[in-house]
């Protein structure tokens, strides 16, 4: 019955890796958190590396669905959500990142920028984004806005 639900689980979020992917966001959504649903409490704690990666990546999908549609901060909270569920996972501390970046957060940014790299040094658009925030921390700073 478990290795069903399991069976399952992979079938679900390979839909909405697929619908995903075919830019069918609403469908992929919609997966997504089905999938999230169902793992959520498994996930917690005890379970498998591969099952925490999983709903760490569903997770991150689905918050850049939310961000695509500008809903930022329901795009954090799965941001947040999937760093919680997989905190080596370096992407959703990128795109939280961006998101903070984008509302103008540049402290917090900076941070979840220098998180990326401090797990992965070789992610060069956290480089980029980084030296970004930096520098228009600093021309914020000037203007006194």
């Known amino acids: 019955m478990a290795r069903e639900a399991a069976g399952g689980a992979a079938e679900l979020l390979a839909a909405a890796h697929a619908q995903f992917e075919a830019r069918q966001l609403a469908a992929a959504e919609e997966l997504y958190s089905r ?3 169902r793992r959520a409490g498994s996930a917690a704690g005890r379970a498998p590396a591969r099952a925490c990666r999983d709903l760490a990546t569903a997770l991150n999908n689905r918050g850049q669905i939310k961000y ?3 809903d930022f901060a329901a795009a ?8 919680e569920s997989q905190p080596d996972f370096e992407v959703p501390y990128y795109n939280r990142g961006l998101v903070l970046y984008r509302l103008g957060c540049f402290d917090e940014a900076m941070k979840d920028f220098r998180k990326v790299l401090e797990l992965n040094p070789q992610f060069e658009d956290a480089v980029l ?3 970004q925030a930096i520098l228009d921390k600093e021309e914020k700073r000037k203007r006194a806005y």
């Open 35 to 37: 999938f999230i649903a």
């Open 68 to 70: 695509f549609r500008v």
């Open 76 to 83: 954090v909270e799965d941001y947040t959500a999937a760093i």
């Open 129 to 131: 984004s980084l030296n």
